[in-house]
């Protein structure tokens, strides 16, 4: 009985989308998931932009630039992570300034970067770092909100691990 609800549901709103036309808001902006919510469908622009935040985290690192490590995390973001040695770390994004500036750039750092899950105001990103340090790779997860209109990382959760 549920499953028939749902089917028949998804049927309606999915008439009810077309009545609206190819053009309109309502097709390119929501769609329906299992049950009954209807969501907001992310927004390519914002999705670029998630991506860009990235790019610009990945280039402070490899260019050892605290500034544009700043651009790229909230004023009060916070990090986690294990170390090579499985040594947590934890607290401020500082720490990772603090490394930055005492070792340098990370020159040969390269990063594939995934979108996990985007809201309208709210992103996970996975990023898989290569060559963090000689010996090292860094899994990253990291979360984005966009405040003020601009999407900013606010906690980064990772693990390094010795590179193979």
């Known amino acids: 009985m549920r ?5 028949l549901l998804s ?3 999915t008439m009810a989308m077309a009545k609206e036309g190819p053009g309109s808001s ?5 769609y329906v998931s299992t049950g009954h919510k209807i969501l907001t469908a992310p927004d390519a622009a914002d999705k670029k932009a998630i991506l860009d935040v990235i790019d610009t985290y990945v ?3 490899r260019l050892g630039r605290v500034d544009l490590l700043k651009k790229s995390f909230y004023k009060n973001a916070i990090m986690y992570g294990f170390s090579a040695e499985n040594e947590i770390t934890e607290g401020s994004v500082q720490h990772l300034y603090d490394l930055i500036e005492k070792n340098g750039a990370l020159s040969k750092v390269t990063s594939v970067n995934s979108v996990l899950h985007q809201t309208a105001n709210t992103a996970s990103v996975l990023a898989e770092l290569k060559n963090t340090s000689p010996n090292h790779n860094s899994t990253d997860y990291l ?8 999407w900013k990382i606010i906690s980064k ?8």
């Open 3 to 7: 499953t028939a609800f749902i089917v």
């Open 11 to 13: 049927l309606c709103s």
């Open 26 to 30: 309502a097709s390119k902006k929501t």
């Open 59 to 61: 280039e402070g690192l």
């Open 143 to 150: 979360s984005l909100m966009k405040i003020n209109g601009e």
């Open 157 to 164: 959760v990772y693990h390094l691990s010795h590179a193979k």
